[in-house]
């Protein structure tokens, strides 16, 4: 199960960090925002993406949109997820609690800045029924995330 792999990844790291189990469905953003009484930005929400020679993950705030032209000026390709059906063998989980811990391999993992207006976010916990309360600095360190210009301007 998914999400013994992240309770594992965080006991074999000496993380102390908790994942928080609801009652409740947090496969989406709107879902998981509501369970974890938090404004939907604050979910980290975490995206697979299909390079041609990998995959990786990148995390946004909950609402942000990925810009295609800062996506394939960055990575010189188009932007293309991870096929549904093939998510769970590239992270070990299912849709709705991808996140960047208990992974079943290194994957690279990039921070998109918009993550950056908070200091606390909650990314899944490897459930669509769990997410991890952390903080932005240490969600950089432990991923060894890299900081990234991805997604689209807000028009305010």
Same mark, same amino acid.
């Given at each position: ?7 594992? #990844? ?18 989406? +953003?709107?879902?998981? =925002?509501?369970?974890? /009484? ?9 995206? =697979? &993406? ?13 609402? =942000? ?5 800062? &996506? ?8 293309? &997820? +991870? ?5 769970? /063998? ?7 609690? +991808? ?22 976010? #909650?990314? =899944? /916990? /490897? ?8 903080? +932005? ?20």
């Amino acid at each position: 199960m998914s999400i013994q792999t992240v309770r594992q #990844y965080f006991k074999d790291n000496n993380l102390s960090l908790e994942i928080i189990e609801t009652n409740e469905d947090t496969s989406t +953003v709107e879902k998981a =925002a509501k369970a974890l /009484g938090v404004e939907p930005d604050m979910i980290a929400k975490t995206l =697979a &993406f299909k390079l041609k020679e990998k995959e990786i993950l990148i995390l946004t705030k909950g609402t =942000a949109k990925t810009d295609n032209r800062k &996506f394939k000026n960055y990575f010189k390709e188009k932007p293309k &997820f +991870v096929k549904f059906e093939k998510v769970e /063998g590239v992270t070990s989980h299912p849709i709705g609690g +991808v996140c960047p811990f208990g992974l079943p391999k290194k994957l690279e993992i990039y921070l998109d800045i918009s993550l950056k207006k908070f200091t606390t976010v #909650y990314p =899944a /916990g /490897g459930s669509p029924n769990s997410a991890v309360k952390i903080d +932005v600095s240490y969600l950089e360190e432990i991923t060894c995330g890299t900081w990234i210009d991805i997604s689209k301007q807000e028009l305010v």
